[in-house]
């Protein structure tokens, strides 16, 4: 079997058995950027040197992950990478330092190519709001590839690299894998380390991974999971994590299908699509129950509220005076204003003056207290679903990937691409999408199982046995056959 169509665990078995090295198998990865990057435009920085290095020194026999190649998205510190964050007042950053998640798979063996390219701090959901270019989806480059993570789930899916790491705040895993056919998981808030990870909404981020199977994505996840002195908010994972009754099947198994997920203004390719998948379930022995959350309507007004609030104080700290680009002025105050006026992009703009709206004086409580108020309300939606179901399927995206530019003059229209995603983050709960069908016009189509929080072994399972009964995983883009 080719290289190109080995999983993570097939990769492992020819790098232990001594038929493939490390640096040939990231030579071959390589290559494959050197192929397709032009096209795509899914990394801001490679490092060719630097991963041929750690591919000839991995030496670590017991770790399912050693000499397996791994881009990272850039709003991750990887130190003696740069780290941009997608924006030009971050250009020619050095962090000292690794994010701790990166550090856990770089301890464990993996090789690192490179930074993928990401919307600037990671704000936006088609990775056009870079500051170095747009990332066109692999299935067709005149469509977006979804973001923010948009550059690693473009490289996964152009078979640039096996798996890749991304962050998400209000769908920037899921939605990217739905929109290049691929699977990624967004997990319970806290389960994995934030230090290091550019902060854009702190109660909301959470990083994953994105890869062709949900098999590939487990031992990254596991590898990364875990409390991190470096970071209050990560937590222990649970000494028993919960799992299917039967890890053969589905029998027992409740699914729950909410119907606020199901409305007008969804592609009707998709809702076909992800009903058709909810069938497959219900073959494969799950109990379909409807279910309702009925907050949903209000998770995009309460996630742009509190999102921009965290990001407008989250991003007060780039200024032109520490470690970012600064723009020449007389005054301090002239630095501040001329520095993230000429370096920040329109949308980022857009959500620190947003988010500084909704904390000012006199609206605060009108604006960021009710949102926190309808946060509760869709945490208890969730709370109450659990209780009757043991995983909700949801499309991850109301369309399939757009073109570059649809949405360029409209920002409330393509914040309608989160509506399915948002919800989740809102929650704290984790997210799986993994593809389940194609458009008439041959695009990924992607469902998304959210579970209790800490349930994510008991999605992988789920999403383990569809991939084992279906296929549509295994289908690529053109240019990586």
Known sequence: MKIKDLSLAGLKESLSSGEMKSTELTRFYLDCIGERETDVNAFLHIDEKYALAKANSANCPNSPLCGIPIAIKDVLMVDGMPATAGSKILEGYMPPFTATAVKKLEDAGMVIVGKTNTDEFAMGSSTENSAYGVTHNPWNLDRVPGGS?????????????????????????????????????????????????????????????????????????????????????????????????????????????????????????????????????????????????????????????????????????????????????????????????????????????????????????????QAQKVRTLIRRDFEDAFTKVDAIATPVAPTTAFKIGAHGDDPLSMYLEDIFTLPANLAGVPGLALPVGFDDANMPIGMQLMGTRFSEELLFDIGKIYQRETSWHEMKPKMAR
Do not use: W
């Open 149 to 369: 993570s948009g550059g690693s789930a473009a490289a996964v899916a152009a078979g640039m690299v096996p798996v890749a790491l991304g962050s998400d705040t209000g769908g920037s895993v899921r939605q990217p894998a739905s929109y290049c056919g691929i699977s990624g998981i967004k997990p319970t808030y806290g389960r994995i380390s934030r230090y290091g990870l550019s902060a854009y909404g702190s109660s909301l981020d959470s990083i994953g991974v994105l890869a062709r199977s949900v098999a590939d994505i487990i031992p990254v996840f596991k590898t990364m999971v875990g409390k991190d002195p470096l970071d209050a908010t990560s937590v222990e994972s649970p000494t028993t994590p919960r799992r299917l009754p039967d890890a053969e099947s589905l029998k027992g198994t409740r699914i729950g299908v909410p119907k606020e997920y199901f409305v007008e203004g969804t592609q009707v390719e998709v809702a076909g699509a992800v009903r058709e998948a909810i069938q497959e379930f219900k073959k494969m022995g799950a109990e379909i129950i409807p279910i309702s959350l009925p907050h949903t309507e209000y998770a995009i007004p309460a996630y742009y509220i509190l999102a921009s609030a965290e990001a407008s104080a989250n991003l007060a700290r780039f200024d032109g005076i520490r470690y970012t680009q600064r723009e020449g002025a007389d005054t301090l105050a002239e630095v501040y204003n001329q520095t993230r006026g000429k370096l920040f992009g329109e949308e980022v703009k857009r959500r620190i003056m947003l988010g500084t709206y909704a904390l000012s004086a006199g609206y605060y409580d009108a604006f960021y207290g």
